[in-house]
């Protein structure tokens, strides 16, 4: 059987290239549950792996994709049978191993994880791998203590895909929400969501003169890291917890010590990944329970297979809005 699948090959000069191809059932990985793909999403990682270079990319020829949702089609393992609706996220799933830029995909059973109730393969992917860290976020800021009616919660890169998604689950939740954006045309979007204050990110990441600055923010999802997450940890209140979930303001943090040892702040890391089984089960089913599907189903931008190199480019320089849900059927 054939199937279509964005596949990107490497040159000997280095040279990437990524082309809508028709591959055969025998060419897919090994693995215990083959799906038949209904859809995936487009993130920063997929990004690196389409762009120039390959990124994270470990061999070739690849297909991206860092999740997916569909059906079962075949199984070796007894938690899955055929017809059963799956979602993935994590296990470096399109970086090391084929993904979900193909109408098939075949994995491991245990990366996989059954669609909750009241969730749709599509609603699965408009969640996607930036949702689900998304949810682990705001689960981490209330495991750390955060209730609603102590002040607002600051989200960083608000307008990208985590911050989307954090945006609408903590107004969802009853928070008072920040949305931190360069881009003053997200506004009213990121307003839709529930933020009730836009925070223009110069105000934010202006050069850190004092370790510690007025205490404002009760909790923080930071999508961006870098100097930004410094910053922002001198503005935290006593005893708050900012879970940190993004690299795109660079890996560096010219911080001091000081927010944590005279206010107590707590810097959570949040690894979306390498989640054990019953961990990623636990999220997804937070999320079917808390998500509001209507603000969900706002944010989408739907895509197709022979748009992601020209997506792929556009979320590396911060031109994406919101979920991009991939069809891969159409």
């Not at 054939?2 to 280095?14: C, I, N, P, S």
């Not at 799933?93 to 491991?108: D, N």
């Not at 993004?246 to 005279?262: E, I, M, Q, R, S």
């Amino acid at each position: 059987m054939t199937f279509r699948a964005l596949v990107v090959e490497k040159d000997d000069e280095g040279k990437t290239s990524a082309t809508v191809e028709m591959l055969e059932d025998d060419q897919l990985p090994d693995g215990d549950v083959t799906v038949g793909v209904d859809y995936s999403t487009v993130n920063y990682k997929d990004g690196l792996c389409i762009g120039p270079g390959g990124g994270l990319v470990r061999a070739y020829p690849h297909v991206p994709g860092i999740d997916f949702s569909g059906t079962v089609e075949s199984s070796s393992d007894d938690r899955y049978k055929p017809g059963d609706k799956v979602v993935l996220t994590g296990w470096r799933v399109g970086e090391a191993w084929w993904g979900g830029y193909a109408q098939k995909a075949r994995v491991k059973a245990d990366w996989l994880v059954p669609l909750p109730a009241g969730l749709s393969t599509r609603d699965a992917m408009a969640v996607g791998t930036a949702g689900f860290t998304a949810m682990l976020a705001v689960m981490a800021l209330e495991d750390h203590g955060l209730t609603s009616g102590t002040g607002p919660v600051l989200v960083t890169g608000a307008a990208g895909g985590v911050g989307s998604v954090a945006t609408a689950i903590l107004s969802n939740l009853g928070y008072e929400v920040a949305g931190v954006t360069g881009r003053p045309e997200t506004a009213d979007y990121l307003k839709s969501l529930g933020a009730t204050l836009i925070v223009a990110r110069e105000e934010i990441n202006e050069t850190i003169k004092r370790p510690l600055e007025r205490e404002t923010w009760a909790g923080c999802v930071d999508a961006v890291g870098g100097p930004m997450l410094a910053r922002v940890l001198g503005q935290m209140k006593y005893g708050a917890s900012v879970a940190a979930v993004g690299l795109a303001g660079g890996a560096g943090l010219p911080a001091t010590v000081v927010p944590f040892l005279l206010r107590g702040v707590n810097l959570l890391g949040i690894d979306s990944v390498m989640r054990p089984y019953e961990d990623r089960l636990r999220v997804w089913e937070r999320l079917a329970k808390d998500l509001p599907l209507d603000k969900l189903h706002a944010m989408i931008q739907p895509a197709t297979l022979s748009d992601l190199p020209e997506l792929g480019a556009a979320i590396l320089k911060g031109g994406v809005k919101g979920r991009v849900v991939v069809d891969v059927n159409a």
